[in-house]
């Protein structure tokens, strides 16, 4: 731009980008009330989707926890041979997508059922076991509905597979109303991300209202609209940045708050879980969506509303 | 330096401007009078790029304005320095900022800036008070501050609407002193003004507006001498 190119060159240019960087930051900072409300608006307002979103995550991760829900039971045919059975347990325990596979020979399972079931006697008046060898196998893809189906195909296509029992109605219809969830989150977050460039595009149109006199002088002198237009595109920077950091002291007092809750409420399930925080990379998202929206609404004001200010 | 062909400029069906046709040289000094209304204000908006004429051209340092579009505007309006009746300072900001301002603008590196801030506070006799702050400045001073912000980028061209309208007479021919040494270095000046006793004793170029048209002109030949103006029942 000839605005850098003049005298001053790229040094003088940020100089001057950070001039007003620190000018827009001491203006908020002398009207404090304001500028509080209305990052608290945002915070708010980003705070709710990525405390939603954090609720998802941990539900996913406390469904991860349930993973031997989804363990399968593979009935070999009655005819296999119980070192035949041991071979393929080792076989499929030895692919990728398997954690470990539990054998449960049929000599087992029927003294298991004997012990049981009470039909001890009357199992005794049989002359074979009717019972097949079993494998339990733990697939190593919990939570992944599409590899889990492939792995239950290819155990059905075995051989020597008789049946296969996977209880995962439950587990998918619970990973169902997750992805739901998160679909809503998806929706909400967009539209609160229309609400954060509304609020912070009304704030900037009321700041270029009242900054009208000094926008026609700069005008008049010869600033072009980038110029005119940066310090608030600072402005709306700042603040969303400012949002964004206390977002994440909001979700962060939230989980200090409910900590004991979950804690105790895990503790009755005899289970260790804890909530977990949002890790740096989400932090960073939240900081940086209130960044760019912060600046995209007051590029969005100005653009607007400068235009029509015009020296007479 | 500026040249104006056949201008007119109409508000509804109010001519401000009719027909004018006028030129003025490089390293002119020029004075645009008559009574309010006659369309000086106007005359200056249009060189300034502020309004656009309804028919005609104006070309000002070579520049056709009817070829400066919207985003050339500021680039154009760098180049020449304007004086206000209001002197249009900011009054969030020191002197030193208010003067600092169309170098601020053109990206001017630091050090730059203050020489340059300082040998304009200089030349309107300023230099102790940049750091004070517009509204503790004398009506006076706060027009010198605004004299200085537009000398700062070194123009070529300065125009001035009324730059005495609310001063004294002596403060007023203070200003028009200053705008003679910038006329002695080879500024062109135009300035507008009802102030003819004013003028009148500056022996300079006099175009005369009345109802939008030139009405007269008065050269340097008479110095002293009266200003002639048609009369004009009531009118706007």
């Known amino acids: 731009m000839a605005e850098r190119g003049r005298s001053g060159g790229l040094s003088a240019w940020f100089a001057r980008h950070g001039e007003t960087a620190v000018a827009s930051l001491g203006r908020l900072a002398r009207q404090p009330l304001s500028t509080l409300l209305t990052v608290l608006v945002i915070a708010i307002t980003l705070a709710l989707p990525a405390g939603l979103h954090l609720g998802v995550k941990n539900a996913g991760r406390l469904s991860g926890g349930w993973e031997g829900a989804v363990d399968f039971s593979v009935y070999l045919q009655t005819g296999t041979g119980e070192s035949d059975a041991r071979r393929l347990a080792a076989i499929i325990e030895s692919r990728a997508d398997v954690e470990r596979v539990e054998f449960i020979s049929a000599a087992d399972a029927l003294d298991d059922f004997k012990a049981g079931s009470g039909f001890g006697d009357a199992l005794d008046a049989l002359d074979d076991n009717p019972l097949p060898h079993t494998l339990v196998v733990r697939p190593a893809v919990a939570g992944n509905d599409a590899l889990i189906e492939l792995l239950r195909e290819e155990l059905v296509n075995l051989p020597e597979t008789d049946l296969v029992q996977l209880d995962t109605a439950w587990v998918q219809r619970f990973n169902a109303a997750l992805d739901l969830i998160r679909q809503v989150i998806l929706i909400s977050a967009v539209l609160l991300a229309a609400a954060v460039v509304i609020v912070i595009g009304n704030t900037i149109r009321l700041d270029i209202q009242n900054r009208r006199d000094e926008i026609v002088v700069t005008k008049l002198i010869g600033a072009s609209a980038g110029f005119i237009r940066r310090p608030f595109l600072y402005a709306g920077l700042w603040y969303g940045i400012g949002g964004g950091l206390l977002a994440l002291a909001l979700v962060g007092v939230s989980l200090w708050l409910t900590a004991d809750g979950v804690a105790r409420l895990a503790g009755l399930y005899g289970s260790g879980f804890r909530l977990s925080g949002l890790d740096w990379r989400e932090s960073l998202i939240v900081l940086g969506t209130g960044a760019f929206l912060g600046w995209f609404g007051s590029w969005f004001a100005a653009a607007r509303h400068m235009r029509r200010i015009e020296p007479r | ?236």
């Open chain 2, 1 to 236: 330096m500026i040249h104006l062909e056949n201008i007119t400029r109409r508000y509804g069906s109010h001519d401000a401007l009719q027909r004018l046709t006028l030129d003025v040289d490089a390293g002119e000094m020029v004075f645009v009078t008559g009574h309010s209304g006659a369309g000086k204000s106007t005359l200056l908006k249009l060189i300034a790029l502020i309004e656009r004429p309804t028919r005609g051209r104006i070309v000002v340092n070579n520049q056709d304005l009817a070829k400066i579009g919207r985003r050339r505007i500021p680039g154009y309006r760098r180049d020449i320095g304007m004086v206000f009746q209001d002197h249009k300072l900011l009054f969030d900001r020191n002197v030193f900022d208010n003067v600092a301002l169309p170098l601020i603008i053109t990206g001017t590196g630091t050090r730059e800036i203050g020489r340059r801030v300082r040998a304009a506070l200089d030349q309107v006799g300023l230099l102790r008070r940049e750091k004070q702050m517009p509204e503790t400045l004398s009506s006076g001073e706060q027009q010198r501050v605004g004299i200085a912000r537009a000398i700062v980028g070194r123009p070529t061209l300065l125009i001035a609407d009324e730059p005495t309208g609310n001063l004294d007479p002596e403060l007023s021919l203070e200003i028009m002193r200053l705008f003679e040494r910038f006329n002695d270095v080879g500024v062109t000046l135009m300035i507008a003004s009802h102030d003819l006793h004013l003028i009148g004793g500056m022996g300079r170029r006099r175009i005369v507006l009345d109802n939008g048209m030139l009405a007269g002109e008065a050269g340097d030949e008479e110095p002293d001498g009266p200003v002639w103006v048609k009369e004009t029942p009531a009118g706007g």
